[in-house]
Structure formats: C-alpha cells, structure tokens
C-alpha cells in the first residue's frame, strides 16, 4: 500500500482546498436534472424536462423522505459522502485502503453521522445493495491500469447502480495529459495546506514523470512536507497512473452496461468539457435502456 494512502490524515489536509459542500450541491443539482423519472425529486414531463413535486426546495434538508442511497468509490477520508450524510442522505463508502476506511469511520463516529463503510477493490466489488448515486472522485479511475480492470469496475458499478441511478466519474482532463505539462493546471503544480500548526506542502506529479506514451501511463511521483511545530516531515512515494480520454471511458462504459448521459468540465461554475477554461473532466452515466 502507497505511504501515501497509508497517511489518511495528510491526504485529508492535502485535498482539504476542495470545497465539498458546494461539490456536493452540484452533485445533488446533477442527479436532479439527469435523474430518470421514478426517483423522488422531481418526475419527467413528456417533454424530457423535470417537473418538480410540491413542496420540495431548491437544496435538499438532511432526514427529508427524498433522501438518496449514496456510494463514493476510491473513497479515501470520505469527504463527500461524509457531507451528504450530514444532509440526510444514506452514505456509504469504499476503498482498498484499510487505514483509509478505518478513518473515515473514526471520522463518521465523531461527526455523530452514520455512514457504511467497505474496504473492498473498485475494480471488483459486490455488495448486497443499490445506489442512486454513485461517483469515484479526484481522478482515482487513473489507478485503473489496464482496459479489463476498467470495464470490470464499471460492470460493478452498474451492478449497484438503481435502475434509475447515476453514476459520475472526475478525472483529468485530457488537455492537461495530451501535450503533458503545457498547461498550469496540470501535473506538477504544487500547493500549500495549513490547518492550525500545521504546514503541509504537496507536489502530486510532475512534468519529467516517465511516461509511457503507448499506454498513457505515467509513474506519478509524490511528496508530502509536513512542518509541524517547527519539525519537518518528508513523505515521498510513488505509484503508477493511467491518463483515459472521454471516447475510452465512453466505449468501455457502454461494454459495461452504461450510457454516457452529461460531461461538464469543472464542479464550480458546471463548464461545459470543451469550454477553455474546463479543468476536468466530468462524465455522467445511467444504466443502458434495454
């Protein structure tokens, strides 16, 4: 297991710039208007459009009936499902990692919120249960290296995915691995984190990284300095990352059971994938109609 997902901790500070409410509105906001007609947040008119029942508000309240089943893949500290179990939702997470599940479950306890947790491979789960929504977040499908593992963790999520469910994935975007390094966003650009006494400086990556064109794969190099009431902390490792374009995991989703429903380009202002400005890729998915 990587140091680095071994340091549940560190990981949850080193992406703690990530603003999980508002992601987690618009994940609520993307169910609803992608969301097919027998869920209980809005039906579908004979137009294609969302007919909204009586009653209901702009942002969902936690404990209302509306309540979804929610699953966050790759999950890591669980920041999302954590968010969407405080607003009622019935949350559950997964990961590979044991001292990642183990924390996110210290994390449930504490927050007095209750959230499933499973320590399983996204490449292959099975759990005796459906979702609404699924989603696998901050480019953790790269972890899938080959084109079967791929198509098996899409077979699984369809597995679990409710017949009117979505699934969501939020990966690079391919302007930012086809031409590696030619933009600011993309691998190589570090950044600072501080909560209280502690400073931690990340570098996920960088530009001179070995790449395997052939494969889009590339041996990502990470490093973690944590300074901490004047102690320095070095953490440094590294693992193997695949880049995937939108046409594979289109084709490899509709292999699984999957049709590509809505991309957008980032979680802020909801770009569309080609816009200049898109800095993900952001790709939705329901079960295939038969």
């Known amino acids: 297991m990587s140091k680095v997902y071994a340091s549940p901790d560190l990981y949850e500070l080193a992406f703690s710039y990530r603003d999980y409410r508002a992601e987690c509105d618009r994940l609520e906001q993307w169910y609803r208007e992608v969301s097919a007609p027998t869920n209980s947040l809005g039906a579908r008119t004979n137009c294609g459009e969302r007919s909204e029942p009586a009653g209901r508000s702009d942002s969902l309240r936690p404990g209302a009936d509306n309540s979804l089943r929610v699953l966050e893949l790759a999950a890591g500290p669980s920041d999302h499902a954590l968010e969407l179990a405080r607003r009622g939702h019935r949350a559950a997470a997964l990961d590979l990692s044991a001292s990642m599940c183990e924390y996110a479950r210290s994390r449930a306890r504490r927050l007095g919120l209750e959230l499933d947790v499973y320590a399983a491979d996204m490449s292959n789960f099975q759990l005796d249960r459906t979702f609404d929504l699924v989603f696998v977040m901050l480019s953790s499908v790269s972890h899938l290296m080959t084109w079967d593992s791929l198509v098996s963790h899409l077979t699984s999520v369809a597995r679990h995915?409710?017949?009117?469910?979505?699934?969501?994935?939020?990966?690079?975007?391919?302007?930012?691995?086809?031409?590696?390094?030619?933009?600011?966003?993309?691998?190589?650009?570090?950044?600072?984190?501080?909560?209280?006494?502690?400073?931690?400086?990340?570098?996920?990556?960088?530009?001179?990284?070995?790449?395997?064109?052939?494969?889009?794969?590339?041996?990502?190099?990470?490093?973690?300095?944590?300074?901490?009431?004047?102690?320095?902390?070095?953490?440094?490792d590294h693992f193997p990352m695949r880049d995937f374009t939108l046409s594979e995991l289109s084709t490899a989703a509709r292999e699984a059971g999957l049709t590509m429903v809505r991309t957008a380009g980032d979680f802020e202002r909801d770009l569309p994938l080609d816009h200049g400005e898109a800095w993900r890729m952001i790709l939705m998915f329901q079960k295939a109609r038969v």
């Open 161 to 236: 995915l409710s017949p009117d469910g979505l699934f969501l994935i939020e990966t690079t975007h391919p302007a930012d691995f086809l031409g590696r390094g030619s933009r600011s966003t993309g691998v190589g650009s570090p950044w600072v984190m501080k909560s209280g006494a502690r400073t931690l400086k990340v570098k996920w990556g960088s530009p001179d990284d070995p790449y395997d064109v052939l494969k889009q794969v590339f041996d990502a190099h990470v490093r973690l300095e944590l300074e901490e009431d004047g102690a320095v902390s070095v953490f440094e």
